[in-house]
C-alpha cells in the first residue's frame, strides 16, 4: 500500500482501518454444502471470465460503469464466508483487503465516507479483493427524507459514496453479513452474485470436526467417533474449532506425562457442551428468569443475584417514598401551626 493510502488508513496509534492479507487458507480448508460450493465456483468463474466477456467480447463499451464484480455473502456466523473470501483470492493470485468497519468509522462527520473511498483506492492500486465483513453495518437501510438527526445523515451519505464506488470500480468486493436483510434495497442490482451460507448438515459436519484435526501429529483416544460428534450436535464449521480447542486445551492441561496425553471422546462432548452453552448465554437476557437454565450453577448465581438487586430496589423506593410521605406530613403540620 503507498504509505498515502496507509496513513489514511492507519487510525488511532496501530489500529488500522484496512488490513493487507497474503491469502493463506483454500478451499481445502473449508467444508461447504454442495449448494454453496457450486454458486461459489460460478462466481469465481465470473471473475476469471470477466476480461473476455468485457474486452474481447465488447460488453465494456456497452456498459461503461458498473463493471466490478461485487458479491454477496449471506449466512448465519461460523459457516465460512470470511475463509471463502480468503480462497477465492488466493485462487485469483490476488492480496485480501480486509475492511474493518468499527475502525473505518470516524467520530468526525465526513471522514467515514471518505475512509471508503480510501479503501476503494487502495484496492485498486494492490489490484486486491476488497472484503467488507459485517457489511450490513456500512450498507444498512437509509432513512427516509432528507432531514434526520446528524448521524443519520451520514449513515445515508455513506452508503450512497458506497454505491457510487460500486459503480465505478473495476475490481472484486466481497460483502460478507449475518443479516442481509438489513441491506439497502439499492444493493441488490449491484451485487452481481449472492452466495448463501448454511448452517452444514451431518455429513459436512463429520468432515469440519475430521479437517480440523492434524492427521500425524494430534493424539486421538480410540474412542473418539467424530460421526456421532456430527449427529449429535448441530454446531457450525466455527463452534467446531472452537470445541476443538477447547478439548485439546482440556487433554492437555490433565495430569500425567505428555507422551501419554490424547483427546478423548469426552473431552469434544464437554468442550461442544461449553461453546453452545456459551452461544446460549450470548442470546439471552441476565434478566429474562425463563431463560436462567435451572441447572447451571452459574445461571443460578445470577439469577440470584438479580432478585437480590430487584429486592434492594424495592426496599429503597420504600424507604425514600415513607420519607416523602412524613416530609410531606410534617410541613402540613408545620403549616398549620
Known amino acids: 500500500m503507498a504509505p498515502s493510502l496507509l496513513s489514511i488508513l492507519t487510525g488511532r496509534g496501530s489500529r488500522r482501518s484496512v488490513e493487507t492479507v497474503v491469502p493463506q487458507r483454500t478451499f481445502a480448508d473449508v467444508v461447504l454444502p454442495p449448494a454453496t460450493r457450486r454458486t461459489l465456483d460460478e462466481a469465481l468463474a465470473q471473475v476469471r471470465n470477466?476480461?473476455?466477456?468485457?474486452?474481447?467480447?465488447?460488453?465494456?463499451?456497452?456498459?461503461?460503469?458498473?463493471?466490478?464484480?461485487?458479491?454477496?455473502?449471506?449466512g448465519p456466523p461460523g459457516t465460512g464466508k470470511t475463509i471463502c473470501a480468503e480462497a477465492i483470492a488466493h485462487a485469483l493470485g490476488m492480496k485480501l483487503l480486509v475492511v474493518d468497519y468499527a475502525e473505518i468509522e470516524s467520530m468526525w462527520v465526513g471522514e467515514t465516507p471518505k475512509n471508503i473511498v480510501t479503501a476503494f483506492e487502495a484496492a485498486a492500486e494492490q489490484n486486491a479483493v476488497l472484503f467488507f465483513d459485517e457489511a450490513d453495518a456500512i450498507a444498512a437501510r437509509r432513512s427516509a427524507g432528507g432531514g434526520g438527526l446528524p448521524h443519520q445523515r451520514e449513515a445515508n451519505l455513506v452508503v450512497n459514496v458506497l454505491l457510487r464506488e460500486l459503480e465505478t470500480f473495476n475490481g472484486v468486493v466481497i460483502f460478507a453479513t449475518n443479516l442481509a436483510a438489513n441491506f439497502d434495497p439499492a444493493f441488490e442490482r449491484r451485487i452481481r452474485s449472492h452466495v448463501r451460507f448454511e448452517m452444514p448438515g451431518a455429513e459436512e459436519r463429520e468432515r469440519i470436526w475430521q479437517v480440523q484435526i492434524h492427521p500425524r501429529k494430534t493424539p486421538l483416544a480410540k474412542d473418539v467417533n467424530f460421526r456421532q460428534l456430527a449427529e449429535r450436535y448441530a454446531a457450525s464449521g466455527g463452534d467446531i474449532k472452537n470445541a476443538v480447542l477447547k478439548a485439546a486445551a482440556a487433554a492437555a492441561a490433565e495430569?500425567?506425562?505428555?507422551?501419554?496425553?490424547?483427546?478423548?471422546?469426552?473431552?469434544?462432548?464437554?468442550?461442544?457442551?461449553?461453546?453452545?452453552?456459551?452461544?446460549?448465554?450470548?442470546?439471552?437476557?441476565?434478566?429474562?428468569?425463563?431463560?436462567?437454565?435451572?441447572?447451571?450453577?452459574?445461571?443460578?448465581?445470577?439469577?440470584?443475584?438479580?432478585?437480590?438487586?430487584?429486592?434492594?430496589?424495592?426496599?429503597?423506593?420504600?424507604?425514600?417514598?415513607?420519607?416523602?410521605?412524613?416530609?410531606?406530613?410534617?410541613?402540613?403540620?408545620?403549616?398549620?401551626?
Open 50 to 74: 470477466h476480461t473476455l466477456i468485457f474486452r474481447r467480447w465488447g460488453l465494456g463499451e456497452r456498459h461503461a460503469s458498473g463493471l466490478g464484480l461485487a458479491f454477496n455473502f449471506a
Open 255 to 337: 495430569a500425567g506425562h505428555d507422551g501419554g496425553k490424547a483427546i478423548h471422546q469426552r473431552h469434544f462432548e464437554r468442550a461442544m457442551d461449553d461453546v453452545l452453552a456459551g452461544k446460549a448465554v450470548m442470546q439471552q437476557s441476565l434478566f429474562d428468569d425463563d431463560a436462567l437454565p435451572t441447572a447451571d450453577p452459574i445461571s443460578r448465581a445470577l439469577a440470584a443475584a438479580e432478585q437480590r438487586w430487584r429486592g434492594a430496589m424495592i426496599a429503597a423506593w420504600a424507604v425514600a417514598g415513607a420519607a416523602l410521605v412524613i416530609a410531606v406530613a410534617a410541613m402540613a403540620i408545620a403549616l398549620v401551626r
